[in-house]
């Protein structure tokens, strides 16, 4: 005799349906767990009574980790709106002590980022939150956006165009591009002329985290009818500073990258000798956060930071 499918328990604990969201977000009981706090045991305990007051399996093992229902894939949405308008009314109560915080601040950002704002982020962060953790992501803005939907990150930094009404946005800062060199590099003798031809002139070396061979510098370009020689494509800054010393390669970053390749590794910069505008950084966060007294200091903090390096 069928019996029919189960049915779902009236009262759910609170402290279920956090685990639920975090798996949803996480695919991963170890990472949700860790996220959490709780042992991988804990996690799997909590899943398993989820399971059985929802009558459904919710998450499933696939060949890249766990993978929602379509059951699951409904609810998770609503359920993170409900969980962090939960978060916004238990702590209306109060101001936001960063001093007792212990949790993780997650955020994406581009590798050209990270070089000049994790370090002073992490110092301020330590300093008057010491019980924090930050948890930094390499994307570029599409993944950066991918992450946020997927509530793997909290905020995105970076320079991201069209942004989902259910994002909201502030600027931190409008960048140059600028030119990075090895300081004897013919393009700097007394006579040579740093034109838009002479850095065309020399290779280069093109960064792009998503793997392809061009950077946002060849869009610019392309809009003049220029192109330049990618000789070396890499998806992150790691070996950059040593390719650009030991050769006669250029690269083109922004001016926050360009800065700290000429401060933390003797290489030269120049402006790029073209007028291709100015590069807007935006944070980017869910409207969900708004009221999160924890995510408001933190975009605090990296406003300060951002200020610091633009002066």
Same mark, same amino acid.
């Given at each position: 005799?069928?019996?029919?499918?189960?049915?779902?328990?009236?009262?759910?604990?609170?402290?279920?349906?956090?685990?639920?969201?975090?798996?949803?977000?996480?695919?991963?009981?170890?990472?949700?767990?860790?996220?959490?706090?709780?042992?991988?045991?804990?996690?799997?305990?909590?899943? *398993?009574?989820?399971?059985?007051?929802?009558?459904?399996?919710?998450?499933?093992?696939?060949?890249?980790?766990?993978?929602?229902?379509?059951?699951?894939?409904?609810?998770?949405?609503?359920?993170?709106?409900?969980?962090?308008?939960?978060?916004?009314?238990?702590?209306?109560?109060?101001?936001?002590?960063?001093?007792?915080?212990?949790?993780?601040?997650?955020?994406?950002?581009? &590798?050209?980022?990270?070089?000049?704002?994790?370090?002073?982020?992490?110092?301020?962060?330590?300093?008057?939150?010491?019980?924090?953790?930050? $948890?930094?992501?390499?994307?570029?803005?599409?993944?950066?956006? &991918?992450?946020?939907?997927?509530?793997?990150?909290?905020?995105?930094?970076?320079?991201?165009?069209?942004?989902?009404? $259910?994002? $909201?946005?502030?600027?931190?800062? /409008?960048?140059?591009?600028?030119?990075?060199?090895?300081?004897?590099?013919?393009?700097?003798?007394?006579?040579?002329?740093?034109?838009?031809?002479?850095?065309?002139?020399?290779? $280069?070396?093109?960064?792009?985290?998503?793997?392809?061979?061009?950077?946002?510098? &060849?869009?610019?370009?392309?809009?003049?009818?220029?192109?330049?020689?990618?000789?070396?494509?890499?998806?992150?800054?790691?070996?950059?500073?040593?390719?650009? *010393?030991?050769?006669?390669?250029?690269?083109?970053?922004?001016?926050?990258?360009?800065?700290?390749?000429?401060?933390?590794?003797?290489?030269?910069?120049?402006?790029?000798?073209?007028?291709?505008?100015?590069?807007?950084?935006?944070?980017?966060?869910?409207?969900?956060? /708004?009221?999160?007294?924890?995510?408001?200091?933190?975009?605090?903090?990296?406003?300060?930071?951002?200020?610091?390096?633009?002066?």
């Amino acid at each position: 005799m069928n019996e029919g499918p189960a049915v779902p328990h009236p009262d759910i604990d609170l402290n279920l349906l956090r685990v639920l969201d975090r798996l949803l977000a996480e695919r991963s009981v170890t990472r949700a767990g860790e996220i959490l706090g709780r042992s991988q045991p804990a996690v799997s305990n909590a899943l *398993a009574r989820l399971r059985a007051a929802l009558g459904d399996e919710l998450l499933v093992r696939g060949p890249d980790g766990l993978v929602p229902t379509p059951r699951a894939d409904a609810i998770r949405e609503p359920l993170r709106e409900a969980m962090a308008l939960v978060a916004a009314i238990l702590s209306d109560g109060g101001a936001f002590d960063p001093a007792r915080f212990t949790g993780v601040f997650r955020i994406s950002t581009p &590798d050209r980022q990270s070089l000049a704002v994790v370090p002073p982020l992490l110092d301020r962060i330590r300093r008057l939150a010491p019980g924090a953790a930050l $948890h930094v992501i390499t994307a570029d803005r599409h993944h950066a956006l &991918d992450l946020l939907d997927d509530g793997k990150t909290d905020l995105a930094i970076g320079w991201i165009d069209g942004e989902p009404r $259910h994002l $909201h946005h502030a600027l931190l800062i /409008d960048e140059t591009l600028h030119c990075v060199l090895r300081r004897g590099h013919p393009l700097l003798k007394r006579k040579a002329r740093f034109d838009i031809a002479g850095v065309l002139s020399f290779p $280069h070396v093109v960064v792009s985290a998503t793997g392809a061979r061009t950077a946002i510098f &060849d869009d610019l370009l392309a809009a003049q009818g220029l192109a330049r020689q990618a000789l070396v494509t890499v998806s992150n800054f790691t070996v950059v500073p040593q390719l650009l *010393a030991q050769s006669d390669m250029i690269g083109v970053f922004t001016q926050i990258a360009a800065g700290i390749f000429e401060t933390s590794f003797g290489l030269a910069t120049r402006p790029v000798p073209l007028d291709v505008g100015t590069l807007p950084t935006r944070m980017v966060w869910p409207a969900r956060h /708004d009221r999160d007294k924890a995510q408001a200091w933190l975009r605090e903090q990296i406003r300060t930071v951002y200020r610091d390096l633009a002066r």
